[in-house]
């Protein structure tokens, strides 16, 4: 009876070794799958990190496009104004050289009615 309880204490004692073994190896892949799972976690988060700063790079970039857009229009607005100042001025030239032609004409007209009376009066 004695080397019977000895045999199934020694098959009992196996047994919880055998439970023991397998708890373990769970134990190890439950840690490694934590492990894992901390690694992809870190990855997803150093992912979304890059793509945080690609999106404020692309911000800065549409606001300095914007900016640009901006001071674009305002210079196309200065060069219209400035074309606008030169036609002016163009037109304003071109009506003092049709009145400085009409003057010299009327000058011209005036020395020769001058030069006719001068003429009639040596004779």
Do not use: C, P, W, Y
């Not at 004409?105 to 030069?115: G, R």
């Amino acid at each position: 009876e004695v080397r019977e309880l000895a045999e199934r204490s020694s098959t009992a004692t196996t047994e919880i070794r055998d439970v023991l073994v397998q708890i373990q190896n769970g134990a190890r892949n439950s840690i490694e799958s934590v492990e894992d799972g901390q690694a992809l976690v870190n990855q997803v988060n150093e992912a979304l990190q890059q793509i945080a700063a690609a999106t404020e790079s692309t911000a800065k970039l549409v606001k300095d496009i914007s900016t640009a857009s901006v001071e674009q229009t305002t210079r196309t607005n200065e060069a219209v104004a400035l074309f606008e100042s030169i036609s002016h001025i163009t037109e304003q030239t071109a009506a003092g050289a049709e009145e400085t032609a009409a003057s010299s004409q009327s000058l011209s007209e005036m020395a020769q009615q001058l030069q006719a009376m001068l003429d009639e009066f040596r004779q």
